[in-house]
């Protein structure tokens, strides 16, 4: 085999291509523990990260104004950090439960006042998540759950049934005297 120029490969060299072509770049980057691209250090710095939430002073959940605030201040600290930003990311932030979160964005609580600010915050993280998978920044199997989970999408199929009922619009008699001349004698 040779490259490009005409250089023979070694075997090393063309098992070295062969990798390099298989799959895609997720896939070959997984570790035997199904750790993806973890390097040394990953986990404290990403529990360090999530930790930050616990040491925010409190704000009051309901003034529109402070919930903004540290919408704001969450997804700074997601750019500062070069961290990808969650709903349960923001909801600890805000000192709220995604339940709470949720609720908020279908307008069942503080609906006035929160609904459409949450709503735009969701927004926010879901264009950036379909920029990550779009772009090959995170596994599409992880994009896929968080999406259903997260973002309520959903990969069901809407099948719906419509009854063909020949003797609907008929009336009594008539519809007996059809099913009477459509059952054969015994004679034929």
């Not at 930050?52 to 704001?72: E, G």
């Not at 069942?108 to 006042?113: F, K």
Request: glycine fraction near 6%; aromatic fraction near 6%; proline fraction near 5%.
């Amino acid at each position: 085999m040779t490259d490009k120029n005409g250089t023979e490969l070694s075997d090393e060299q063309i098992t070295d291509v062969v990798k390099k072509k298989r799959g895609s770049k997720w896939m070959r980057d997984l570790s035997a523990d199904g750790g993806e691209l973890m390097q040394p250090g990953d986990n404290s710095k990403f529990i360090r990260l999530a930790m930050t939430s616990l040491d925010l002073p409190p704000i009051d959940v309901s003034d529109p104004d402070q919930v903004k605030t540290r919408i704001a201040e969450y997804f700074i600290h997601c750019a500062d950090n070069d961290r990808k930003p969650q709903i349960v990311g923001m909801a600890n932030w805000l000192g709220v439960s995604r339940d709470t979160i949720n609720s908020w964005k279908r307008g069942e609580y503080r609906s006035e006042t929160h609904s459409d600010l949450i709503k735009k915050a969701i927004n926010i993280i879901e264009e950036l998540w379909g920029d990550y998978m779009l772009n090959g920044k995170i596994n599409p199997v992880a994009g896929i759950f968080l999406a259903k989970n997260f973002l309520q999408y959903s990969d069901t199929q809407q099948i719906i049934v419509t009854p063909n009922n020949p003797l609907q619009d008929l009336d009594a008699e008539t519809a007996r005297k059809r099913l009477v001349d459509a059952i054969p004698d015994d004679d034929e």
